[in-house]
């Protein structure tokens, strides 16, 4: 486990320098660089809230591309009992995390964070989650105009609890404003 952390972090880093390796050249910003809607909500299915969650992002900067974005959300997760009592169970997660973003409208998004889902790993569908805290990863394409409007994610998002690696995706439609 701790060789595939490694490789993962590896890959990060790898992506990470080979997008920010560019010549620092003295420009201006064309309207397509600035930043007019930091604002974002959306919801996510699978991915870092779980099962099914809601978040509200900020953009720190007003230019692209590169920036950064703090988001918080809650979301759910369900049991669903087959063949048994027919009783579901469920809670609800809250997801915090920072993501680097790099482009213009498409960009590539790397992110990290925790999500706490209080007492998940009680139950027979989820024991993977073997914690409440699980530090959840997100690396993926997002397409997001920098004026506003439709936005759209995708990607990976392993989640590390404790001494297990969860390999999850997600994908999330919203509105940039």
Known sequence: MKTFIRIYIFIV??????????????????????????????????GRGIFLSAAYERLLFETTPHNIGLSA?????????????GQNEGGVTIPIYANYLYGGNDKLELGIGITFAPNISTYQFYDEFTSEWMVTTFIGYRYQPTDGGFLFRVGYAPIFGHEKIILYGGIGLGYAF
């Not at 920010?20 to 299915?45: F, G, H, M």
Request: negative net charge; hydrophobic residues 45%.
């Open 73 to 85: 959300g809650v979301g759910f997760w369900a049991e669903v009992e087959i063949g048994g009592t």
């Open 13 to 46: 880093f790898l992506l990470f320098a080979c997008i920010t390796r560019e010549e620092l050249t003295a420009q201006t910003n064309s309207r397509e660089d600035i930043v007019t809607a930091p604002n974002a909500i959306y919801a996510e299915i699978f």
